[in-house]
């Protein structure tokens, strides 16, 4: 099939995609980049732990009224992202729907800036704005994953997806490395940041402006760069399917049809039920190892940030020889290597406290005072996350490869819709399983254990689908 420069690739079931030009692939690319720096620096390492510890009542507090916002973002973009990718399929033009949801992405974190510390009448506020942003960035990821099959033939679905997560870690290092050298101040009660120039907005260490700023700065970030894809990446043309009462109803009807073509198709079926299991586990290490270094190595600011740069670094590099290594072994075995290496290194870090490591056959190790990681447990600590970043980013590559090889191109949007939902319709249950398991115990590390049972689970359910090339 052919495909023109200024609009997207019509294709059937059995024909294959011809490569949409350049700078259409590249805008496609730069949502990566665009969207992560909201995860790194606003919902994971900075925003999140000022949000639970200064802005909140109290930690505790802090720490469920955060959960309980991620949850309900969670359920929201669970419950509705099968219909609305429905309806976008019914109706075209994907760039509108992105628009939107980028709206509400840009407009919750540039409200994050108003939660100063004991402003606590404005709770609400913030709730709701973190629940936007959560919620916008979800929703970009369905609209933007959904053009992939559209863009590239199938045998190049892999690589296309590799880049793109790894240019998202690649964003994440430069937006950090952006904020920590130019406003991050890191002397106590000081204005200095780590290039040895005063805050260039400012802030002064102590009064978490720059912590609020995260939410502002990563909006200014994704408005930047989602441009190029606006302008080049080329969009499913507006279909004319009468009024939208209509368009909401045959697009629910179509969903309908669609649940039921999933439900009979063994692999599609067992690949989103193998990948809504592991995402919690992969989910839950996320948002409970910053709380986890915290609570072992008291670590905050610099050190966490840090703990961040390995992450996108190793996450970046993981990606991108994903990416390569989906094309030519497929993204089933990527999937299978992953979990197996994301299972081994979370052993490990669950193994170091800050007194030793290897659940206690080795002691640590006392390193330099005046390094950021101060003793031979953290930096153990440091080593096994930089491994869970090297497969956390092919897994991610390798798990959108294999539904985009799955879906049918005139269903993309609809598909993703329910990708998206697999990866949200029981992010509950990791976190409440560890919460519980902690409070049973009394130990924060058998609770974190627990993220094993979803990773086992989801890499045994995958061993029962099929490689890609089996059913081309």
Same mark, same amino acid.
């Given at each position: 099939?052919?495909?023109?420069?200024?609009?997207?690739?019509?294709q059937?079931?059995?024909?294959?995609?011809?490569?949409?030009?350049?700078?259409?692939?590249?805008?496609w690319v730069?949502?990566?980049?665009?969207?992560?720096?909201?995860?790194?620096?606003?919902l994971t390492f900075?925003?999140?732990?000022?949000?639970t510890?200064?802005?909140?009542?109290?930690?505790?507090? %802090?720490?469920?009224?955060?959960?309980?916002?991620?949850?309900?973002s969670?359920?929201?973009?669970?419950l509705? $992202?099968?219909?609305?990718?429905?309806i976008a399929?019914?109706?075209?033009?994907?760039k509108?729907?992105?628009?939107?949801? $980028?709206a509400a992405?840009?407009?919750?974190?540039?409200?994050?800036?108003l939660?100063?510390p004991?402003?606590q009448?404005?709770?609400?506020?913030?709730?709701?704005?973190?629940?936007?942003?959560?919620?916008?960035?979800?929703?970009?990821?369905?609209?933007?994953?959904?053009?992939?099959?559209?863009?590239?033939?199938?045998r190049?679905?892999?690589?296309?997806s %590799?880049i793109?997560w790894?240019?998202?870690?690649?964003?994440?290092?430069?937006?950090?490395?952006?904020?920590?050298?130019?406003?991050?101040p890191?002397t106590?009660?000081?204005?200095t940041?780590?290039?040895?120039?005063?805050?260039?907005?400012?802030?002064?260490? %102590?009064?978490?402006e720059?912590?609020?700023?995260? %939410?502002?700065?990563?909006?200014?970030?994704?408005?930047?760069?989602?441009? #190029?894809l606006?302008?080049?990446?080329?969009?499913t043309?507006?279909?004319?399917a009468?009024?939208?009462?209509?368009?909401?109803r045959?697009?629910?009807a179509?969903l309908?049809?669609?649940?039921?073509?999933?439900?009979?198709?063994?692999?599609?079926?067992?690949?989103?039920?193998?990948?809504?299991?592991?995402?919690?586990?992969?989910?839950?290490?996320?948002?409970?190892?910053?709380?986890?270094?915290?609570?072992s190595?008291?670590?905050?600011?610099?050190?966490?940030?840090?703990?961040?740069?390995?992450?996108?670094?190793?996450?970046?590099?993981?990606?991108?020889?994903?990416?390569?290594?989906?094309?030519?072994?497929?993204?089933?075995?990527?999937?299978?290597?992953?979990?197996?290496?994301?299972?081994?290194?979370?052993?490990?870090?669950?193994?170091?406290?800050?007194?030793?490591v290897?659940?206690?056959?080795?002691?640590?190790?006392?390193?330099?005072?005046d390094? #950021?990681?101060?003793?031979?447990?953290?930096?153990?600590?440091?080593?096994a996350?930089?491994?869970?970043?090297?497969?956390?980013?092919p897994?991610?590559?390798?798990?959108? $490869?294999?539904?985009?090889?799955?879906?049918?191109?005139?269903?993309a949007?609809?598909?993703f819709?329910?990708?998206?939902?697999?990866?949200?319709?029981?992010?509950?249950?990791a976190?409440?399983?560890?919460?519980?398991?902690?409070?049973?115990?009394?130990?924060?590390?058998i609770?974190? $254990?627990?993220?094993?049972?979803?990773?086992v689970?989801?890499?045994?359910l995958m061993?029962?689908?099929? #490689?890609?090339?089996?059913?081309?």
């Open positions: 099939m052919a495909e023109s420069v200024t609009g997207p690739p019509t059937t079931e059995t024909t294959e995609v011809v490569p949409a030009s350049k700078p259409a692939l590249v805008g730069l949502y990566d980049w665009a969207a992560q720096p909201v995860f790194l620096l606003v900075f925003f999140a732990p000022y949000f510890s200064q802005f909140a009542p109290d930690p505790i507090t %802090g720490g469920a009224l955060w959960g309980y916002a991620i949850a309900a969670g359920l929201v973009v669970a509705t $992202s099968p219909m609305l990718g429905a399929d019914r109706t075209g033009r994907r509108l729907w992105l628009t939107g949801f $980028s992405l840009i407009v919750g974190s540039a409200t994050l800036w939660a100063t004991g402003a009448h404005l709770l609400p506020v913030i709730l709701l704005a973190v629940v936007l942003t959560f919620v916008g960035a979800e929703f970009t990821g369905v609209f933007t994953n959904a053009m992939l099959p559209t863009l590239v033939p199938t190049m679905v892999g690589r296309l %590799g793109g790894s240019t998202g870690y690649a964003g994440a290092l430069v937006a950090l490395a952006v904020f920590l050298l130019l406003l991050f890191v106590p009660g000081g204005q940041t780590l290039l040895g120039i005063t805050s260039i907005m400012g802030f002064t260490q %102590g009064t978490f720059a912590e609020r700023f995260t %939410g502002p700065f990563s909006a200014l970030w994704y408005i930047v760069f989602i441009i #190029p606006f302008l080049f990446t080329p969009d043309p507006a279909r004319h009468g009024r939208i009462g209509r368009a909401v045959d697009g629910l179509e309908w049809g669609t649940v039921r073509d999933v439900r009979g198709n063994t692999e599609m079926f067992r690949f989103l039920l193998a990948r809504m299991i592991y995402v919690d586990g992969l989910n839950a290490i996320f948002a409970f190892g910053g709380i986890y270094a915290t609570a190595f008291g670590w905050s600011g610099l050190p966490l940030a840090l703990f961040a740069c390995v992450l996108s670094f190793t996450g970046f590099f993981g990606a991108v020889v994903g990416g390569f290594a989906d094309d030519r072994f497929g993204p089933r075995r990527i999937i299978l290597v992953c979990l197996v290496g994301l299972l081994a290194t979370a052993a490990f870090a669950l193994s170091v406290d800050g007194n030793s290897g659940f206690g056959l080795f002691p640590a190790i006392p390193a330099n005072a390094a #950021p990681f101060q003793s031979g447990s953290e930096i153990a600590f440091i080593v996350a930089a491994g869970i970043g090297l497969f956390v980013g897994l991610q590559a390798a798990s959108r $490869s294999y539904m985009a090889h799955l879906t049918p191109p005139a269903k949007q609809e598909y819709g329910l990708f998206a939902f697999a990866g949200k319709a029981t992010s509950f249950a976190p409440f399983l560890i919460a519980t398991v902690t409070t049973l115990t009394g130990s924060q590390r609770g974190m $254990s627990m993220i094993a049972l979803f990773l689970t989801g890499f045994l061993l029962t689908v099929r #490689p890609v090339h089996q059913f081309r």
